[in-house]
């Protein structure tokens, strides 16, 4: 009958709705994000993009955020040994090894080369990285040239060429998503530079703000250094968030390439957020801070004016200053059980 609705007529208006639903709960959830190819609004609407735009294999290699670049640095020299380990890793997963720390960066929330060696991570190196506890081991300076930071400023620039080849090596006959994946690399590098600049510069700024000199001695310094490093680990925290969804995607072999880009574009824009509003300024890092300073027993004129130098820095919305609030009526009635005479 001409008046009759057909199940592939019902298929694709359910098909069309879902779509609808996923793309609001996106909406809600934070967007997704516009590059110079495509603008991904939802997690739908990447997976059919990847399905055709993408080779049917995973390209593991091919997509970069903050975390997937920082797995990639490594020294410059490759040994003999490295490349026979690189063969039997591959014989028995069919994965080459850069491949599979693409797969455990999406396992973890702080970065393996910022938490240290693996017999030294415990709950407080990885709130404030085992790699670089004080400042030191993240940049000795220009004359030593040591700390992790220069290492990986140095070894940057042949990480994102090997990077660019893997992606013109898999991707030949993929154009646009030869485009994507150059510009996620691109924005992905600078980022890693824009963090860098922000933790030395943040750095100099707690410390003059807060204690009036650029040498405030090794506590003030330690405790400068701790708020920066917090800051970079909300970062993480946040990205995790987003980044989880991709955590299994290489198990799931028809999807795996749609899964890693949607997990690597919600990686981006939550880069951009940070970068946008300075680190500092971000509202997920204010409530950490002030939570620390709270706990970790900060002498009140010191915590004052550390709380007055990040106000300035940034325009605080009137939920974290009720939060604030709250911290300040806590110390209040610590200061005056403190005050009472003692029986």
Same mark, same amino acid.
């Given at each position: 009958?001409? @008046?009759?609705?057909?199940?592939?007529?019902?298929?694709? $208006?359910?098909?069309?709705?879902? #779509?609808?639903?996923?793309?609001?709960?996106?909406?809600?959830?934070? @967007?997704?994000?516009? #590059?110079?190819?495509?603008?991904?609004?939802?997690?739908?609407?990447?997976?059919?993009?990847? %399905? %055709?735009?993408?080779? +049917?294999?995973?390209?593991?290699?091919?997509?970069?955020?903050?975390?997937?670049?920082?797995?990639?640095?490594? =020294?410059?020299?490759?040994?003999?040994?490295?490349?026979?380990?690189?063969?039997? !890793?591959?014989?028995?997963? %069919?994965? !080459?090894?850069?491949?599979?720390?693409?797969?455990?960066? /999406?396992?973890?929330?702080?970065?393996?080369?910022?938490?240290?060696?693996?017999?030294?991570?415990? $709950?407080?190196? #990885?709130?404030?990285?085992?790699?670089?506890?004080?400042?030191?081991?993240?940049?000795?300076?220009?004359?030593?040239?040591?700390?992790?930071?220069?290492?990986?400023?140095? =070894?940057?620039?042949?990480?994102?060429?090997?990077?660019? $080849?893997?992606?013109?090596?898999?991707?030949?006959?993929?154009?646009?998503?030869?485009?994507?994946?150059?510009?996620?690399?691109?924005?992905?590098?600078? /980022?890693?530079?824009? %963090?860098?600049?922000?933790?030395?510069?943040?750095?100099?700024?707690?410390?003059?703000?807060?204690?009036?000199?650029?040498?405030?001695?090794?506590?003030?310094?330690?405790?400068?250094?701790?708020?920066?490093?917090?800051?970079?680990?909300?970062?993480?925290?946040?990205?995790?968030?987003?980044?989880?969804?991709?955590?299994?995607?290489?198990?799931?072999?028809?999807?795996?390439?749609?899964?890693?880009?949607? +997990?690597?574009?919600?990686?981006?824009?939550?880069?951009?957020?940070?970068?946008?509003?300075? /680190?500092?300024? !971000?509202?997920?890092?204010?409530?950490?801070?002030?939570? /620390?300073?709270?706990? =970790?027993?900060?002498?009140?004129?010191?915590?004052?004016?550390?709380?007055?130098?990040?106000?300035?820095?940034?325009?605080?919305?009137?939920?974290?200053?009720?939060?604030?609030?709250?911290?300040?009526?806590?110390?209040?009635?610590?200061?005056?059980?403190?005050?009472?005479?003692?029986?």
């Amino acid at each position: 009958m001409s @008046g009759e609705v057909t199940q592939a007529t019902l298929d694709t $208006a359910l098909a069309e709705q879902t #779509t609808q639903i996923d793309n609001i709960r996106q909406l809600v959830a934070g @967007g997704g994000f516009t #590059t110079d190819v495509h603008k991904f609004d939802s997690r739908s609407d990447t997976l059919v993009w990847a %399905k %055709k735009f993408l080779p +049917g294999t995973p390209m593991y290699g091919c997509f970069s955020d903050v975390l997937i670049v920082l797995a990639a640095i490594r =020294n410059t020299v490759s040994y003999a040994e490295d490349m026979e380990r690189s063969e039997v !890793h591959m014989t028995r997963v %069919k994965r !080459h090894p850069a491949e599979s720390r693409v797969v455990q960066s /999406f396992m973890t929330t702080i970065p393996e080369l910022y938490a240290g060696p693996k017999t030294g991570v415990d $709950a407080t190196s #990885t709130k404030f990285f085992g790699a670089f506890k004080e400042y030191s081991k993240w940049d000795a300076g220009m004359i030593t040239s040591t700390g992790l930071y220069n290492r990986i400023a140095s =070894n940057l620039p042949s990480t994102q060429q090997g990077l660019e $080849a893997t992606i013109r090596t898999r991707l030949i006959g993929y154009p646009e998503a030869i485009q994507l994946c150059t510009q996620l690399l691109s924005l992905s590098v600078t /980022f890693v530079n824009t %963090k860098a600049t922000f933790m030395a510069t943040f750095y100099r700024e707690l410390k003059i703000s807060a204690f009036g000199t650029e040498n405030p001695g090794a506590p003030a310094e330690k405790l400068c250094w701790k708020i920066v490093t917090l800051c970079i680990r909300t970062l993480f925290v946040e990205l995790r968030k987003v980044r989880v969804e991709a955590e299994a995607a290489h198990t799931s072999e028809d999807n795996a390439n749609g899964l890693y880009l949607w +997990g690597v574009l919600q990686a981006h824009r939550v880069m951009k957020d940070f970068a946008d509003k300075n /680190f500092s300024m !971000h509202p997920a890092f204010y409530p950490q801070l002030m939570m /620390f300073l709270f706990e =970790n027993g900060t002498p009140r004129q010191d915590f004052d004016e550390l709380k007055r130098m990040v106000k300035e820095l940034k325009g605080l919305p009137g939920l974290l200053e009720k939060l604030s609030q709250r911290l300040d009526n806590a110390l209040s009635r610590i200061d005056s059980l403190e005050k009472r005479p003692r029986k």
